[in-house]
């Protein structure tokens, strides 16, 4: 999961090579004037300057290695306190959007809640819902049960953040407050009061809910905000299980950091690759669960990789399923496409061969005038040597692709477990890219019905 503030401490390494490289300019400095200069004054102040300069490099590269590592367990330390001093705000923030569920579990139990996975904006507008279909006397009543609640959960957050605030110069001067933490923090703050405020005065049903729809805007916003805990805002949870299903909350932290990597264009390829790492995941447990079985390992891993697809914080976002689907097809490989790989080794390997009998028959005029260039014996070996060299590492690649053509030959035939999930994980991207596109266009169509009405009245 991401941090606002991640690694704070930096090596200096433009400062490193810029001493390794004067130091190497002054030792070849040295040589030159050591090998070209007959006078014993210079040769002896050459010969100091390039003993300095070897001792200026070597010391370098290991002052570069300690700061390296000095750095490392800095960041590691620093690390470990931001999560410390920040992880009690973030707990007792997710504990009073969790209120939100455990509110319409307690005060609707009879319509049986506590199976249900909503996010916490969801779980809010089904508790104002139910409210709003209740007699009046039962209004007051849940009314004042939500006070107490919701009481209860604002003075925790207002806690840990009177704390961060009395801590302000502590954590900027170990690196774990910048302007940007000190700017979401002023957001909760500010929300937080006026929700303390709405809170202590109790104002008349209609009041509280307009605030209440006010701050719930804002905090959507402000957790959005922060990088830490933005995927609150799509984690389905159910009545007291927003820190209990682990899980979920893995499953979450992964897509939201995907989403929120294409919208900010933030360490893409990392988050991609553990995209990527959660399916083959997926795929390895289905292969220990099926026991041997081909079919039962196919079955399982589609089913269990349909699920994960059909999660609504993945079906909404297109972007996604179309960048896995886009590397699926890519990556998918027919026995055609080896010819080139395979058919340009063949022919250097054959070119390869002609030069290496040319050179050791010698009997070819392009031999002799490689004689009259490699003026010694030993030379003219050594290059022998390296074309040997080449050849069978040509060789080794014809080899290689060879096996992956007739590999994929076979598979054309009998098809592999892996491959046909992959492929029923293809046909599943295509069906929900298909409903991402029908669903965009029912949405356009409605939007152009809607306007049409609007113009008509």
């Not at 090998?35 to 290991?62: E, M, V």
């Not at 002052?63 to 999560?83: E, G, R």
């Not at 269990?304 to 297109?318: D, R």
């Not at 009998?357 to 290059?383: A, G, N, P, R, Y």
Request: proline share 2%; with cysteine; net charge negative.
């Amino acid at each position: 999961m991401k941090r606002t503030i991640t690694n704070p401490h930096r090596v200096n390494h433009k400062l490193y090579i810029l001493l390794v490289f004067f130091s190497l300019m002054t030792l070849v400095a040295s040589l030159i004037i050591e090998n070209t200069q007959d006078s014993n004054a210079l040769n002896t102040f050459a010969d100091i300057i390039k003993n300095l300069s070897y001792g200026c490099i070597a010391s370098t590269i290991i002052a570069w290695i300690i700061d390296i590592v000095h750095t490392k367990n800095l960041n590691k330390t620093a690390n470990t306190i931001y999560d410390s001093i920040y992880g009690d705000l973030q707990f007792h923030i997710g504990a009073f959007v969790a209120t939100w569920a455990e509110l319409c579990a307690a005060a609707f139990i009879e319509k049986n809640y506590y199976e249900e996975k909503n996010t916490w904006v969801t779980w809010y507008e089904i508790t104002k819902c139910n409210y709003n279909k209740c007699e009046p006397d039962r209004q007051v009543s849940l009314l004042d049960f939500f006070y107490k609640q919701l009481s209860q959960a604002e003075k925790e957050v207002t806690k840990s953040l009177e704390y961060l605030q009395s801590q302000r110069y502590m954590l900027t001067m170990n690196n774990a407050m910048n302007e940007e933490i000190e700017s979401i923090l002023s957001d909760f703050r500010f929300e937080f009061y006026a929700l303390h405020l709405d809170l202590t005065r109790r104002d008349d049903p209609e009041t509280f809910w307009m605030h209440m729809d006010a701050i719930t805007k804002d905090l959507v916003k402000y957790i959005e905000n922060w990088s830490d805990i933005h995927y609150y805002n799509v984690l389905l949870f159910k009545p007291h299980g927003f820190f209990s299903d682990l899980k979920e909350r893995i499953n979450t932290v992964l897509i939201s950091e995907c989403i929120n990597s294409n919208k900010n264009n933030y360490n893409q390829s990392e988050l991609k690759k553990d995209f990527g790492n959660k399916i083959s995941d997926i795929k390895k447990k289905a292969k220990q669960n099926s026991q041997g079985s081909s079919s039962a390992q196919i079955q399982i891993a589609t089913k269990q990789i349909q699920e994960f697809y059909c999660q609504p914080c993945i079906m909404k976002n297109p972007d996604i399923l179309l960048w896995r689907y886009t590397k699926l097809e890519k990556n998918k490989k027919t026995w055609d496409s080896f010819l080139i790989p395979i058919l340009l080794p063949v022919f250097t390997f054959e070119s390869l061969n002609k030069m290496i009998q040319m050179v050791i028959t010698d009997t070819d005029i392009m031999t002799h005038s490689l004689k009259s260039i490699i003026q010694t014996e030993t030379h003219f070996q050594t290059v022998c040597y390296i074309f040997a060299v080449l050849s069978v590492i040509v060789a080794c690649l014809f080899v290689y692709y060879f096996v992956k053509v007739v590999k994929l030959i076979i598979n054309s035939f009998a098809p592999s477990p892996d491959s046909i999930i992959v492929e029923n994980e293809l046909c599943i991207l295509r069906t929900l890219l298909n409903l991402n596109k029908i669903t965009l266009k029912e949405n356009e169509e409605n939007e152009r019905i809607q306007i049409l009405f609007d113009s008509k009245d």
